[in-house]
């Protein structure tokens, strides 16, 4: 198949984004079978790291414990975005 080099420059990177080789990736899209998205996953794992690290913060402070508490809400609310982003895919 022939593409232009843009094009295929953006075909390698979004294959190289889900950890698939070209044609393997280029497969998947035609048959309308699902990606895989490492950047989403690690991007889930890193706001879920900086949760669990934001949660040991907290030191039993009441003036910063509704602080920690919006953070740990946005971080939650943050997570379940970007769930719903790659399920829309």
Do not use: F, W
Not at 20 to 35: D, F, H, K, N, S
Not at 37 to 48: G, P, Q, W
């Amino acid at each position: 198949m022939r593409v232009s080099d843009r094009d295929r420059d953006a075909i390698a990177a979004k294959a190289a984004s889900s950890g698939l080789p070209i044609a393997e990736y280029v497969r998947r899209c035609a048959l309308g079978r699902q990606t895989p998205s490492r950047v989403d996953a690690r991007l889930i794992n890193e706001l879920r790291r900086l949760g669990g690290l934001q949660k040991h913060l907290y030191n039993g402070d009441r003036d910063r414990g509704r602080q920690y508490a919006e953070i740990l809400l946005d971080l939650t609310d943050a997570i379940r975005r970007v769930g719903q982003s790659v399920d829309a895919v």
